[in-house]
T-cell receptor
Framework: DQQVKQNSPSLSVQEGRISILNCDYT??????FLWYKKYPAEGPTFLIS?????DKNEDGRFTVFLNKSAKHLSLHIVPSQPGDSAVYFC???????????FGKGTRLHILP | NAGVTQTPKFQVLKTGQSMTLQCAQD?????MYWYRQDPGMGLRLIYY???????DKGEVPNGYNVSRLNKREFSLRLESAAPSQTSVYFC?????????????FGPGTRLTVT
């Protein structure tokens, strides 16, 4: 049973517009959430994270929103740029556990 | 500062052959991990090591063994490779109890088993 779900395998967004990537989770013990970005033939790189005590965290063009009651988080990229084309993984961790659980990923295409 | 390094980058094995994937990190991290990535499956944890001398199974450990040789190195061994083990393998490391839980990944090893 998937604990972290990314239901959109792919997403296409016009350059300059907002990209919104969604993620749902089932385990109420998760207390930290992360987003990773992955280019082809490279390892994933950390993008942004949020603790369960917050509902928003912003870093430049990237903002993550957390809705604990809905067990849902989203990553907003504004404005979208060509270099944002990549696969984005949502991940979650429980109770200071060093392990993190990854979703299946969403491939984002930024269109010129 | 190389971060997390993995060797080899590519490998082709025949069914039944064995091999060891090597991983090293120079960030003095306590925890290290091995993942596999398959199309449409995301990243799945194979084994992890919370500290030197300890290893634990992850989500998909069958067919694999690991060795935490020292604080820097964590190897993954396939004793008898099977086509189902064709995948991209990533090693990662993290500081123990990191506030952000962030893990740092290597560039990956692409393994094909024929």
């Amino acid at each position: 049973d998937q604990q972290v779900k990314q239901n959109s395998p792919s997403l296409s967004v016009q350059e300059g517009r907002i990209s919104i990537l969604n993620c749902d989770y089932t385990n109420s013990m998760f207390d930290y959430f992360l987003w990773y970005k992955k280019y082809p033939a490279e390892g994933p790189t950390f993008l942004i994270s949020i603790s369960s005590i917050k509902d928003k965290n912003e870093d430049g063009r990237f903002t993550v929103f957390l809705n604990k009651s809905a067990k849902h988080l989203s990553l907003h990229i504004v404005p979208s740029q060509p270099g944002d084309s990549a696969v984005y993984f949502c991940a979650a961790s429980a109770n200071r556990d060093d392990k993190i659980i990854f979703g299946k990923g969403t491939r984002l295409h930024i269109l010129p | 500062n190389a971060g997390v390094t993995q060797t080899p980058k590519f490998q082709v094995l025949k069914t039944g052959q064995s091999m060891t994937l090597q991983c090293a990190q120079d960030m003095n991290h306590n925890s290290m991990y091995w993942y596999r990535q398959d199309p449409g499956m995301g990243l799945r944890l194979i084994y992890y090591s919370a500290s030197e001398g300890t290893t634990d199974k992850g989500e998909v450990p069958n067919g694999y063994n690991v060795s935490r040789l020292n604080k820097r190195e964590f190897s993954l061994r396939l004793e008898s490779a099977a086509p189902s083990q064709t995948s991209v393998y990533f090693c990662a490391s993290s500081p123990v109890r990191a506030a952000t839980r962030e893990q740092y990944f290597g560039p990956g090893t692409r393994l094909t088993v024929t």
